[in-house]
């Protein structure tokens, strides 16, 4: 099958919102949606579902950089909270879950949640880790 684009000859290997492109017309169509749902965030504004799966796509095939941690778009697009655009891209947190540990003082097992900072720089495609703070009762635990 043949990319949906007029005039465009590559065989069509991705599928976009049930169409199928050629990967050079399937970047195209992701990134016109994304800056549409980019350009619809306004200040003071948590952003749109559809903008938290698009950047999870984006990380999931690997069009973003993940450095200095792990997350996965799913983690961003279900778990993420406390979104913050700035120019260049965005901010936001997470709580996690780095394992449970014994409390000397308390010998039963408890959760234990760090709540991570996370950076995003849409043009430089980079998604990365910036800092981790105690989870405090104020914070989600999604
Ligand atoms: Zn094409």
Redesign the pocket.
Known sequence: MK?L?DD?Q?DAGQLWKGKS??A??YDEVMSKDFEKEWSCWGDNMQPSHRFLYLCGRYINECKWKVINGSITGARLHDRAYNFLKDDAGFTFEITRHPGAFKDDFNPSYEVRRIVQKWKVSIKDGIAEFIEDRPWTIDDPDP
């Open positions: 990319c684009i465009c590559e492109y050629c050079t017309h």
